[in-house]
């Protein structure tokens, strides 16, 4: 079965799929943000991400949710699509214990999203404003990069400078040793 990827768009969707979703979009309208986006089937899978890099002519990244084993502090990092993500070299880099995947119901209560649909966009959110913003430093490097609208059929290309300007949030910057699959 293809995957399918509209084409691309500007402006936000006519429905909204969730709260936080809407958000997004009422903000980046708010702040000014010039962004695109593209609608799909649900972004997932490597196989997926590669659909979508073709369809904005941009790769795309990924985004996790993490938190300490007590479940109160939590780390929101952005990395590669492609390159696999080590619990033990993400936490050396920080100088934190390691760190385990936010399950779903806390990635709903601080993002607003389901998995697959974790955004930074999350971040303009009340409930993830302790919550650490962390990125590889060469995609904080990228001009624009791809990223859910809080929903894993809805992606949105935007400039690094405007998502760091809109969430009020500079990244910490760390170095992902491991190598792209």
């Given at each position: 079965?293809?995957?399918?990827?509209?084409?691309?768009m500007?402006?936000?969707?006519?429905?909204?799929?969730?709260?936080t979703?809407?958000?997004?979009?009422?903000?980046?309208?708010?702040?000014?943000?010039?962004?695109?986006?593209?609608?799909?089937?649900?972004?997932?899978?490597?196989?997926?991400?590669?659909?979508?890099?073709?369809?904005?002519?941009?790769?795309?990244?990924?985004?996790?949710?993490?938190?300490?084993?007590?479940?109160?502090?939590?780390?929101?990092?952005?990395?590669h699509?492609?390159?696999?993500?080590?619990?033990?070299?993400?936490?050396?880099?920080?100088?934190?214990?390691?760190?385990?995947?936010?399950?779903?119901?806390?990635?709903?209560?601080?993002?607003?999203?389901?998995?697959?649909?974790?955004?930074?966009?999350?971040l303009?959110?009340?409930?993830?404003?302790?919550?650490?913003?962390v990125?590889?430093?060469?995609?904080?490097?990228?001009?624009?990069?791809?990223?859910?609208?809080?929903?894993?059929c809805?992606?949105i290309?935007?400039?690094?400078?405007?998502?760091?300007?809109?969430?009020?949030?500079?990244?910490?910057?760390?170095?992902?040793?491991?190598?792209?699959q």
């Amino acid at each position: 079965m293809e995957f399918y990827t509209s084409e691309i768009m500007t402006g936000a969707p006519k429905e909204f799929k969730t709260e936080t979703q809407r958000m997004i979009y009422e903000r980046l309208e708010k702040d000014g943000i010039e962004y695109t986006r593209i609608e799909s089937d649900p972004g997932i899978s490597m196989d997926d991400c590669l659909n979508i890099d073709r369809a904005f002519g941009i790769n795309t990244v990924k985004t996790i949710l993490l938190t300490n084993r007590q479940k109160n502090k939590f780390w929101l990092y952005v990395t590669h699509a492609r390159k696999p993500f080590i619990t033990k070299e993400f936490g050396a880099s920080l100088g934190i214990p390691r760190v385990s995947f936010a399950d779903e119901e806390l990635m709903m209560h601080i993002l607003g999203t389901a998995h697959g649909a974790a955004t930074p966009f999350g971040l303009i959110r009340a409930e993830a404003k302790d919550v650490k913003f962390v990125m590889d430093r060469d995609v904080a490097a990228r001009e624009k990069i791809v990223i859910t609208d809080g929903d894993p059929c809805g992606f949105i290309a935007v400039r690094n400078e405007d998502l760091f300007r809109m969430i009020g949030k500079e990244p910490v910057l760390i170095e992902n040793p491991a190598e792209c699959q």
